[in-house]
């Protein structure tokens, strides 16, 4: 069999069949789409600088993931992890003094799902799904740099330890180590990250439904009824966050009313969550881009709106137009 090699006629297309698989690593290490993506075109940059370092030795795959690691490890050096309110302190009450955007936080984002699994097998799909939900990646984020890395590639992509150990450049005594400190740190931060992601039923994609369409009546009987008593909201990047449902309608019908007749879309998932799209009336006529808002639900209703306001970076990457005519 002859052995693969980085052949200059091919140039990076000899790399492109990686992107997805390392887009998805970088983001659960990095926690933004942005960077996950300058990060897989800087191992690929390189990648190719040294290609002839390559020659067969190892297979591909292990030695993008190597190069990869190395540039996320690089990028993380003295930066603040990335977080979620949540993560910053308690809930709030749902008033506009309570609005802060604190310069110094850097704040988890949102990654579609076509920049991680384009034309992936639906399996392959639910399966990576499940590791790249908010609250998982999140929670990664508490982790030293070359702990997440260790969790991810063992737990995450079910790499044997002697694999990422010489990927590592260390032994697998300090891999399985590295390992049991980041389970524990884990299990210490968040439980919701353990769980296990549901594919949406019939059911909850018509619960789903009929939220956009209360949202977009601003009905808060009907909204009442979707949402779940104990369920969270938050909007980076400010900082506040609401616990429960009767705090989230105030905001909502009090300092939120901007929002009534805004036009919600379903579009492309984030994180593998159900994701909506929402534009706002605009002063001018029509509709300006507000939020995507991704959401979990579980035990039938809504549990977690997140509304990500950060629109000028987010909506193009979603493909989405910033404006909508009346």
């Known amino acids: 069999m002859q052995t693969p090699t980085l052949s200059p006629s091919h140039a990076f297309g000899d790399l492109e069949p990686y992107r997805g698989e390392l887009t998805a690593y970088c983001y659960r290490m990095l926690g933004s789409p942005f960077d996950a993506e300058d990060a897989v075109q800087d191992a690929f940059v390189r990648a190719w600088r040294n290609r002839e370092r390559f020659e067969g030795r190892a297979a591909m795959r292990s030695w993008l993931y190597r190069i990869a690691t190395n540039v996320c490890l690089d990028m993380l050096k003295g930066k603040e992890r990335r977080a979620r309110p949540m993560d910053l302190g308690p809930s ?69 330890a002697s694999e ?6 260390t032994s697998v005594a300090s891999v399985n180590s590295a390992l049991q400190r980041a389970r524990a740190t884990l299990a210490s931060t968040n439980a919701a990250a353990a769980e296990r992601a549901q594919p949406l039923s019939e059911a909850n994609r018509a619960l ?60 492309e998932s984030a994180n593998g969550m159900p994701t ?17 808002q991704v959401l979990e639900v579980s035990d039938g209703r809504i549990g977690e709106f997140t509304f990500f306001l950060d629109t000028a970076r987010l909506f193009p990457l979603f493909g989405l137009p910033l404006h909508l005519d009346a």
Not at 96 to 111: D, F, G, K, Q, Y
Not at 130 to 142: D, N, Y
């Open 164 to 169: 990422v150990a010489e990927l590592l450049g």
């Open 92 to 160: 709030v009450e749902p008033i506009e003094s309570n609005l802060n955007v604190p310069a110094e936080v850097t704040w988890l984002e949102p990654i579609p799902l076509h920049l991680i699994a384009p034309e992936r097998d639906p399996a392959e799909v639910a399966v990576q799904n499940e590791s790249i939900r908010l609250a998982f990646v999140a929670a990664l984020q508490h982790l030293p740099a070359r702990q997440r890395a260790v969790l991810i590639l063992r737990e995450v992509l079910d790499w044997q």
């Open 276 to 292: 909506f799209a929402q534009w706002k009336p605009s002063p001018n006529g029509g509709y300006d881009a507000w939020a995507i």
């Open 208 to 267: 789903l439904e009929r939220y956009v369409a209360a949202f977009e009546r601003y009905d808060i009987t009907a909204l009442t009824s979707l949402i779940r008593e104990d369920a969270r909201q938050s909007m980076p990047p400010y900082d506040m966050w609401l616990a429960g449902r009767d705090d989230i309608l105030k905001w909502w019908f009090g300092p939120g009313i901007g929002c009534q007749g805004s036009r919600v879309r379903a579009i």
